[in-house]
């Protein structure tokens, strides 16, 4: 079984930062992208940051575009989500999640993953 364990979630105000972190455990599986995804209430989960695993590129919504950096660490097996000047609309669940066979790209589409963390809650205060 894959397994992935987010951490790092909390309470800040708004300005703050945060920076999450998302381990893979279990038997060894392409990872070809791993990408996180939140979720805030009464709203459809929606992709945030994702990169692959071996060539390093990065692509990130727009929302939050100059404000998360998202980054990988081989050794670890982790990737990890740097997120600076946070708003009240940053408020949700994040996910980290893993796109085994995509060849190409970074998907922004949920159906598109294979695995799913438990999600962490990070909430922004005003």
């Known amino acids: 079984q894959v397994q992935l364990v987010e951490s790092g979630g909390g309470l800040v105000q708004a300005g703050g930062s945060l920076k999450l972190s998302c381990a893979a455990a279990?038997?060894?599986?392409?990872?070809?992208?791993m990408a996180w995804f939140r979720q805030a209430p009464g709203r459809e989960r929606e992709f945030v940051a994702g990169?692959?695993?071996?060539?390093?590129?990065?692509y990130y919504d727009n929302s939050v575009k100059g404000r998360f950096t998202i980054s990988r660490e081989y050794a670890k097996n982790t990737i990890y989500l740097q997120m600076n000047s946070l708003k009240p609309e940053d408020t949700a669940v994040y996910y980290c999640?893993?796109?085994?066979?995509?060849?190409?790209?970074?998907?922004?589409?949920?159906?598109?993953?294979?695995?799913w963390g438990q999600g962490t809650q990070v909430t922004v205060s005003s």
């Open positions: 279990g038997r060894t599986f392409s990872r070809s992208v």
């Open positions: 999640a893993v796109d085994e066979y995509i060849t190409t790209g970074i998907p922004t589409f949920r159906n598109a993953y294979d695995y």
């Open positions: 990169t692959r695993w071996t060539a390093g590129s990065t």
